[in-house]
């Protein structure tokens, strides 16, 4: 599979299509965490750095339709995306694989965002200061539609992106209380798993206690 | 799929292989729902098609719906519907119906799990 939006993205574990393609017997139930943030921000290569076999991609491509539409500044030699979703997997246990479903951050493609957010863990907001404006629409659209999901800010952090302090993202973003924000290079492991755990401490701490 | 970001028909409409439906039988059905194929020797009625087949021999192994999606190169939307045909008909089985709220004890699990990553 071409890859063409992130060639830092791939995993470094080496798992080949056809290897690895299956879970393991033992896995009893799965759980998924929404990567969300705007187009080209770098969902994919997160996704990629932390994925367990090679990020997928489900739907069809974007056309060139969305030229004048989707906004390229910026962002390189990026040539090519897609409406689809992309996804990797984590079989963090035995028992149990975690899904990381890239959810794309333009409004008219957010009906396909609503039904993959029931029963998720949360949602990592990826965002890039150099356009941190790009991120209202994500963050809006998940404050106002899925409430009950928690979220979790990630800074991309690009070579030349300014510093901000996570303070003043907060308040730039006008961040609800409390939501985490950390910052990460989206093509290192250890570092987007890091956002990982920082959004699922978040979720679990704000868990409602059932009974 | 091509990685190029051209546009490739399909000569067959999604909504033919799904019989004009756009939403599963089950509303348990997910992207992230796990199956697999029940018995394999269960064969399936002579009128399945091939998408059937295809999903069910994907299945031969425990999979989410969204990685078969993938690797038969179908919309998540369209393997979700056939999917859960194949569930009615027995001859698919969820492992974890999806959508139900994550417990506590899952989160702790996945947390200890990511740590044991970073």
Not at chain 1, 109 to 119: N, T
Not at chain 1, 140 to 153: K, M, S, V, Y
Not at chain 2, 43 to 54: C, H, I, N, Q, Y
Not at chain 2, 59 to 77: N, Q
Request: with cysteine; glycine share 8%; proline share 7%.
């Amino acid at each position: 599979m071409a890859y063409a939006s992130s060639p830092d993205g791939a995993p470094e574990n080496g798992a080949s299509e056809t290897c690895g393609r299956y879970l393991a017997e033992t896995v009893q139930r799965s759980a998924k965490i929404l990567v969300v943030g705007a187009f080209g921000v770098g969902k994919t290569t997160l996704i990629g750095s932390v994925s367990e076999i090679t990020p997928l991609r489900t739907e069809e491509a974007m056309t060139t339709a969305s030229v004048g539409v989707d906004d390229l500044a910026g962002l390189g030699d990026k040539k090519a995306t897609t409406v689809a979703m992309d996804f990797g997997r984590i079989t963090v246990s035995p028992r149990l694989v975690l899904y990381l479903f890239g959810m794309p951050g333009q409004r008219r493609f957010w009906d396909l965002w609503e039904g993959l957010a029931e029963g998720a863990v949360g949602a990592l907001v990826l965002a890039d200061t150099r356009r941190l404006e790009q991120s209202f629409e994500v963050l809006d659209q998940l404050e106002t539609h899925t409430a009950e999901l928690p979220f979790a800010l990630a800074i991309n952090q690009f070579p030349n992106s300014p510093w901000c302090s996570e303070d003043e993202l907060a308040d730039a973003l006008d961040l609800p209380p409390r939501t985490p924000v950390t910052s990460c290079d989206a093509r290192d492991r250890a570092g987007s798993v890091k956002a990982l755990i920082t959004l699922v401490e978040h979720a679990l701490a704000n868990q409602k206690v059932p009974s | 799929m091509s990685g190029t970001g051209e546009y490739r028909d399909r000569p067959v409409r999604p909504y033919v292989l799904t019989g004009g439906r756009a939403v599963p039988t089950r509303n348990t059905i997910r992207p992230d729902t796990l199956v697999i194929a029940a018995s394999p020797g269960m064969p399936l009625p002579v009128s399945a098609g091939r998408t059937e087949r295809a999903l069910l021999g994907m299945c031969r192994s425990l999979l989410s719906l969204a990685e078969a999606a993938a690797y038969l190169e179908l919309p998540v939307s369209v393997v979700m519907v056939v999917a859960s045909d194949l569930v009615d008909s027995g001859h698919l089985l969820v492992r974890t119906p999806g959508g139900a709220p994550v417990s506590r004890e899952v989160l702790q699990e996945l947390l200890h799990g990511l740590r044991k990553l970073a």
